[in-house]
Nanobody, 127 residues
Framework: VQLQASGGGLVQAGGSLRLSCTAS????????MGWFRQAPGKEREFVSY????????YSAASVKGRFTISRDNAMNTVFLHMNSLKPEDTAVYYC?????????????????????WGQGTLVTVSS
């Protein structure tokens, strides 16, 4: 499976962006998805998770209330809606998926639970 992330760019603090992650090579409708990010000089960190059926979502405390993850299985796409962006949100954002169909990762925040990764899209938030 290949994941293509898009939608990043330069935005002022307080602004919004919507990231998209479209899969090819395999339908992701039966697989969980996650977004991670990596800022310069820092480790990759978890951002948001959505279950295969979209019922369960979970976001990191740092983005809760500002970011929303959603999915459109008909489009084979997952979205990350980002509002009230802050300079500390600046990072390369990666989408990821994995696991057996209709499963959930042992720990949604652990990158090791995701088998396939997109190439990343850069989000830069200016102050």
């Amino acid at each position: 499976v290949q994941l293509q992330a898009s939608g990043g760019g330069l935005v002022q603090a307080g602004g919004s962006l919507r990231l998209s992650c479209t899969a090819s090579g395999r339908a992701i409708s039966s697989h969980y998805m996650g977004w991670f990010r990596q800022a310069p000089g820092k480790e990759r960190e978890f951002v948001s998770y959505i279950s295969w059926n979209g019922i369960n979502t979970y976001s990191a405390a740092s983005v809760k209330g500002r970011f929303t993850i959603s999915r459109d299985n008909a489009m084979n796409t997952v979205f990350l809606h980002m509002n009230s962006l802050k300079p500390e949100d600046t990072a390369v954002y990666y989408c990821a998926t994995g696991g057996a169909p209709f499963s959930a990762p042992r720990t949604v925040v652990d990158p090791k639970g995701y088998d396939y990764w997109g190439q990343g899209t850069l989000v830069t938030v200016s102050s």
